[in-house]
């Protein structure tokens, strides 16, 4: 119907960018309510007190976010960041389904990288030294972000 009325299809999967935009849609969409399921843990953590105190010592809501809020929101928006950034490093269903369908390698992520030594080119040797890169990749990581958290708080 829509060949008839004009419409040339979108080939998501067969163009590169198409399909790039497509895979962080669908990441986005797939990950957001988690991410946003711990900041709502993290802003009911936060006594209501304290902006109370805040709003009779004159304060607006600009500063008690800056000064009340963000500060004590920090730990969950690094346990946030942290989940995040390993979640795409390790990220494989989306562009593995991608890939199925006829998505250029540019989507090809570590995960579907280590999937496809191991699985396919038979070669479990490599396959398990890029896992064990990925796994000091993350562990770096995670040390730095609560790193940096310990130094914001002290």
């Not at 797939?30 to 105190?53: M, N």
């Not at 396919?120 to 890169?133: A, R």
Request: aromatic content about 12%; glycine content about 6%.
């Amino acid at each position: 119907l829509l060949f008839r009325m004009g419409f040339e299809p979108i080939y998501w999967f067969l163009n590169p960018t198409a399909a790039a935009i497509a895979f962080i849609i669908t990441t986005v969409w797939k990950t957001s309510s988690f991410v946003a399921l711990i900041l709502l843990g993290g802003l009911q953590s936060i006594p209501a007190e304290l902006e109370e105190a805040a709003r009779v010592d004159g304060a607006t809501a600009s500063q008690i976010f800056w000064r009340i809020t963000l500060p004590l929101l920090r730990p969950a928006i690094a346990v946030a960041l942290i989940f995040r950034t390993l979640s795409a490093l390790q990220v494989f269903d989306i562009p593995y389904a991608f890939m199925q369908n006829g998505a250029s390698r540019s989507l090809e992520t570590l995960g579907v990288y280590i999937q496809k030594y191991t699985v396919e080119f038979l070669d479990p040797g490599y396959g398990s030294t890029v896992s064990l890169s990925l796994f000091a990749l993350a562990l770096l990581i995670t040390v730095i972000y609560v790193r940096v958290v310990r130094v914001e708080q002290k």
